[in-house]
């Protein structure tokens, strides 16, 4: 009895020493210090991201707003890093902490509200936005021909299970790095409004264009969507919904 007693108290006490480890659930944090007008504490009203934090807290994460500058120490324990419509650059030392972190491993979301505050980030990660919004990339959402439904996906576990997702004025993305690959593009007929005049010119070419990218870079990984506005409170519908869950898995697969 005595040993038995001894066996079932070590046992316990392995469990006690195991179980806090396992407990710790993976940081994500929302930067919140460039600007970001929508975030996950309701600010932005329906346009604020709250509920896509949710997907995220569901998923298992400890989710926090970053509202410091990107630092190694601000980005320590973080297992993953979401930037949404940035309105300020980030800074060399900043665009090298990213880098270190994506280096060691980390995981990044980045999406466009507008191209020139994220572009030295997106040089960075291979990835060239364009110069103007896309138009009538494919059925079109309320009669905007900026919005429209995405349709062409590649294979891959951010696209799984999905037939769509809706764009809500996005720019395109162009793969300008090995590793990078497209995941999403608009129909045949889109085209850039290069000029800004919301007229399709000559030298406006109705072609397929990409939405969503992925990549790599060193043992990290990062998706670029070319829209902030997939995943506010007002468009998280089933389906941006059912891709925002994607991402929080995606996000988790590369933690196991």
Request: aromatic share 8%; glycine share 10%.
């Amino acid at each position: 009895m005595r040993n038995s007693l001894k066996f079932f108290s070590a046992i316990l006490l392995i469990i006690s020493m195991i179980t806090p480890a396992y407990a710790v659930k993976p940081l994500l944090l929302f930067d919140e210090a460039h600007g970001q007008r929508f975030t996950i504490d309701g600010g932005g009203g329906d346009l604020g991201l709250s509920a896509f934090a949710d997907v995220f807290v569901d998923a298992g994460f400890e989710v926090r707003a970053l509202k410091s500058k990107i630092t190694p120490e601000t980005l320590k324990g973080a297992k993953a890093l979401v930037t949404s419509g940035a309105f300020s650059p980030y800074s060399p030392d900043e665009l090298e902490a990213i880098s270190g972190f994506l280096n060691d491993g980390g995981s990044l979301a980045l999406m466009l509200h507008i191209s020139p505050t994220v572009r030295s980030l997106m040089d960075m990660l291979g990835v060239v936005p364009s110069n103007g919004v896309l138009k009538d990339g494919g059925e079109i959402i309320g009669g905007k021909d900026i919005d429209f439904k995405i349709t062409n996906l590649e294979p891959h576990p951010l696209t799984q299970g999905l037939d769509y997702f809706s764009l809500y004025g996005g720019w395109a993305l162009l793969p300008n790095a090995d590793g990078v690959v497209p995941l999403a593009a608009t129909g045949d007929n889109a085209w850039i409004d290069l000029n800004r005049n919301t007229l399709r010119d000559s030298d406006e070419v109705k072609m397929r264009l990409n939405v969503a990218v992925a990549g790599t870079r060193g043992r990290g990984r990062f998706v670029v969507f070319g829209d902030d506005a997939i995943f506010q409170n007002r468009f998280l519908d089933a389906n941006n919904k059912k891709l925002a869950h994607n991402l929080a898995n995606w996000f988790l697969a590369e933690l196991l």
